[in-house]
């Protein structure tokens, strides 16, 4: 018999039934190839069994038993399917399975039927629960058998396409599929994805180390075509024009000498590797890191002076209208004494020095602009723009961030990251972009002591803010997260508000929410800043960006309900003058899992470990959503676990695309091809 080419379509083959062929195209599975690199989601150990628990099992596990009945009952509109398991030697505690208003998976079952189970069991009223397991009938049990006595690979499987069933399509292609003529994208480890023993390993490994090496091989593959579209788009953005903006540096020395500080090293160092790019021929597409308070804003500003004083604008864009209203008053502070014009525009305020926002239009005079992110999209008046700030973002999306490439003017790029972002996420996320990175924080800075704290210690902690306010410090109280409504959320900090203030009189105190228009909200901020309220209850909106030194306390309410990231952004808020700093962290019983971040927060204050930590606790999910991204999915890679596998894939793309950067050359048609492909669904899942 004949071997099969992979990329023969699901539908020609005559052991798939075509009523299946629907669901699995809904898995984006369409050819025996992709059945191929469907990898699987976890490894059962079906050789031998675990006995069954006595009581609650802490993480899943996988057993295997007999059924002994099953029983569904209903009450009202609602149902409960109970199966009861037991074990081969009947010795131990019969398992009793449950699932919830699915009623039908009682036809799946049959007294007598051997059952692999998989979930995490639970002690109820002297019975053991397993509740809506994973679950499979055995039917051909024993040696040489697919789904038994073997490492058993459980693949994700969808409505119409049983796990059970993908296992034995995926057995099948392996026999009859010419592996050698599988396409790999890594030209340079092509040759294992080409091995049949290779893909064997990965779906049927005869130990968990040979399933660990295939699946690193796998990983190696995917993550190279994620570099290969990173690498695309840099190469895409540095041909998009651009111009030298190389400034003479006669501003930037009068306000450099205008300060009251010395820059640090490490702003020095990186304020030098933007200021050569914007001079550079090409255009500059550049992210930059540092944890906060390491004084971004200043290395921002250095790139902005230098693009007026090429004869260029320069627009910052804040994501909240507090942090662009901040920065506009900062920039004029430094920026009016220099006659560099300074303008605000924000969707609820057009504001500007003698020039006027009209005369600003109508011209392309060098000047500052400030404005939340919209100010990007109504990208009136800026017909000279040289550089664009992002300040904050995350969620500022790369798709957008392409938007900017189609601007004539060929606006230089530098992207400000709120957090410190572990490496592997910034090579994927941020990929295309040469990146700059803040080392070290300004020196003279009080130190941050970091306490977690409960009801318990309220009158202790009254105390002592009031000893602070007494002392002319500052503070800001984050009101608990309420996730119901942003309505309740403003009830809530109301009625803080109004709780602090009887509990701190005569002190002032402040509040801000997201509900307050724009005007107000400044209002609040000012007098903040310029201390006339002693604490500022708030919600989250102040997380990110907001800079008043004066305030030295950061009291957060029910902290573990915040994640890592949101937390150290909050306690960024403190310590940023001389003064001695306290973060609060107020939480009464907190779950093992607040415990563990609230700890970690007492025990450092580097951004990147607490970036890591984050990252092991979500998942990367929040950062790479691959709609906003543009990216092929992760597969079975781990941005942790395979973060040298990402760094070595970054370069071999990069080395690919710079010795052909068109893939004309023979054996590069396949990698083409590839992003020609995730261009039309990217732009496709962007809308
Ligand atoms: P972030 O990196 O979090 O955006 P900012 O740019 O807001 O930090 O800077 C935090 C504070 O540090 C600001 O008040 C800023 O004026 C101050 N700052 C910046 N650079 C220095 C420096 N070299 N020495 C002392 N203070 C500095
Ligand atoms: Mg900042």
Not at 671 to 676: E, G, H, T, V, W
């Amino acid at each position: 018999m004949s071997l099969l080419d992979p990329l023969t379509r699901l539908q020609e083959v005559d052991w798939i039934p075509s009523h299946r062929i629907a669901a699995l195209h809904r898995l984006g599975l369409e050819t025996l190839a992709d059945l191929i690199r469907h990898h699987p989601r976890r490894y059962e150990d079906r050789r031998t069994f675990e006995r069954f628990p006595s009581g609650s099992t802490a993480s899943a596990v996988c057993l295997c038993g007999t059924v002994q009945s099953t029983r569904l009952q209903r009450f009202g509109g609602r149902s409960m399917l109970e199966a009861v398991l037991i074990e081969d030697s009947v010795l131990g505690t019969p398992l009793t399975l449950r699932w919830y208003q699915m009623p039908w998976v009682q036809k799946l079952l049959s007294s007598g039927d051997r059952l692999v189970v998989f979930g995490k069991t639970k002690e109820k009223n002297r019975r053991l629960l397993m509740e809506h397991p994973e679950f499979e009938v055995i039917e051909d049990e024993g040696a040489g058998s697919i789904h038994f006595d073997r490492i058993t690979p459980v693949h994700p499987a969808g409505d119409g396409v049983p796990a059970r069933l993908l296992r034995e399509w995926i057995h099948r292609t392996l026999e009859t599929v010419d592996c050698a003529r599988l396409r790999a994208l890594w030209p340079a480890h092509a040759t294992e994805l080409q091995s049949e023993s290779v893909w064997k390993s990965l779906h049927f490994p005869k130990d968990f180390e040979s399933g660990e090496l295939a699946r690193r091989h796998l990983v190696r593959d995917v993550f190279f075509g994620i570099q290969l579209v990173l690498a695309e788009r840099r190469m895409e953005f540095r041909r998009s024009g651009g111009f030298s903006r190389p400034g003479n540096g006669s501003i930037w020395a009068r306000l450099e000498a205008a300060l009251p500080f010395r820059l640090t090293a490490s702003q020095r160092e990186v304020m030098a590797e933007i200021s050569a790019d914007m001079a550079g021929p090409h255009r500059m597409n550049r992210l930059l890191q540092g944890d906060v308070g390491s004084g971004k804003t200043l290395v921002a500003l250095r790139a902005m002076v230098q693009a007026v004083e090429s004869g260029w604008q320069a627009a910052l864009m804040a994501p909240t209208q507090i942090l662009a209203e901040q920065h506009y008053l900062n920039f004029r502070r430094l920026l009016d004494p220099l006659g560099v014009p300074v303008l605000l525009r924000t969707s609820h305020r057009r504001e500007g020095p003698e020039s006027g926002p009209d005369l600003f239009q109508a011209s392309s005079m060098p000047a500052v602009v400030v404005g939340t992110h919209a100010l990007l999209f109504e990208s009136t008046g800026f017909e000279r723009l040289g550089l664009v700030v992002i300040d904050e973002q995350h969620k500022f999306g790369v798709l957008q961030r392409t938007r900017l490439i189609e601007r004539a003017d060929a606006p230089d790029t530098l992207v400000m990251t709120a957090t410190p972002i572990p490496r592997t996420i910034s090579q994927t996320l941020y990929g295309d972009l040469d990146v700059s990175i803040i080392r070290e924080r300004p020196s003279g800075r009080g130190r941050i002591v970091t306490a977690r704290r409960d009801s318990s210690h309220h009158n202790a902690i009254l105390d002592f803010l009031r000893g602070e306010f007494a002392a002319g410090r500052q503070a800001y109280i984050v009101c608990p997260l309420v996730e119901e409504s942003e309505k309740l959320d403003v009830k809530a900090a109301t009625a803080e508000a109004v709780k602090w203030r009887e509990l701190v009189a005569p002190h002032a105190v402040g509040l801000v929410h997201g509900k307050l228009d724009a005007a107000q909200k400044e209002a609040v901020m000012r007098d903040f800043r310029e201390g006339r309220l002693a604490a500022l209850v708030s919600t989250t909106v102040i997380e990110v960006g907001v800079d008043v030194p004066n305030a030295n306390v950061m009291l957060i309410e029910e902290a573990g309900r915040f994640g890592l990231s949101q937390l150290h952004q909050l306690r960024g808020r403190v310590g940023r003058g001389a003064a001695k700093s306290w973060c609060i962290l107020l939480q009464d019983d907190p779950s093992p899992e607040a415990l563990e971040k609230l700890s970690l927060m007492e025990r450092t204050n580097d951004g990147f470990e607490i970036a890591e930590a984050d990252l092991c606790l979500r998942g990367p999910g929040d950062l790479l959503g691959t709609a906003q991204t543009g990216l092929p999915a992760l597969g079975p890679g781990d941005l942790l676990r395979d973060a040298e596998l990402m760094l070595e894939a970054r370069r071999a793309a990069l080395d690919l695309l710079e010795a052909d950067p068109g893939l004309e050359a023979p054996g590069h048609e396949h990698l083409k091809d590839f992003l020609a492909k995730n261009r039309s669904r990217a732009a496709a899942a962007a809308g």
